[in-house]
């Protein structure tokens, strides 16, 4: 990932067009472990601590857990998360030492100006399944169907809102790569068990800010991966 003075706007969205051309929507095959990824920064030291998770659905626990630590290499822009978030995340997930069936990011997929939100990215450069789980919507409108709440985009559907009927904050699901709204929806509604994130996303949250308190400061030398 190049530094932040050689970020180009006009680049990131060629690159994110070129992802956007790649994603497979299909129906998700019933998981048995589920990654999930999360960052959490140190602005004191510009270091992004991501953490990585596999949750054995079936066992209903944590079976693997991976960290890494980079400098975090351009400040938050919304919708290009991607360029700030997706080297820890894949350098995470290459050390998590076991095998998963699905991936879910915190973060849009397809629901995203270009159709390349972080979790899409994500999949297509790892060839693998990937699920979009936010708190807020970053492009689009709300529209009711019958008991759901969609969000809509250039006249497709592009998220579903989680919410228990109104009783829960709500977290808008999206398809990244390799998986489609309905199935992806139904991975969510079967891990989100209380009203924040979905199990394996929450203990990936938890685990990215303990590293941040536990390294204060300590960082690796910056990693580079290949971002499209």
Do not use: C
Not at 59 to 81: C, D, E, H, N, W
Not at 143 to 166: C, F, I, S, T
């Amino acid at each position: 990932m190049p530094p932040l003075t050689r970020f180009s706007r006009e680049r990131a969205i060629r690159v994110q067009r070129i992802i956007a051309d790649k994603v497979l929507i299909k129906p998700l095959s019933q998981p048995r472990v589920v990654a999930a990824v999360d960052v959490a920064y140190s602005r004191a030291t510009a270091t992004s601590h991501a953490a990585a998770v596999a949750y054995d659905v079936r066992a209903g626990k944590i079976v693997a857990q991976s960290t890494a630590q980079v400098r975090t290499p351009l400040p938050y822009m919304p919708g290009f998360l991607a360029f700030r978030e997706l080297t820890p995340m894949l350098i995470a997930l290459s050390r998590l030492g076991t095998r998963y069936d699905v991936i879910l990011v915190d973060g849009h997929g397809i629901s995203h100006p270009r159709g390349a939100g972080i979790a899409t990215h994500l999949g297509v450069i790892m060839d693998r399944p990937t699920v979009g789980v936010a708190k807020k919507i970053l492009v689009g409108r709300l529209v009711k169907e019958g008991d759901r709440m969609l969000v809509y985009h250039e006249g497709r559907p592009v998220a579903m809102v989680h919410d228990r009927q109104g009783r829960w904050k709500p977290l808008y699901v999206s398809p990244g790569h390799r998986s489609d709204l309905e199935s992806a929806y139904r991975l969510v509604d079967m891990l989100r068990t209380t009203p924040g994130l979905p199990t394996p996303l929450k203990e990936a949250d938890k685990l990215s800010k303990a590293l941040k308190k536990a390294t204060r400061g300590r960082e690796e030398a910056p990693r580079n991966a290949k971002l499209f």
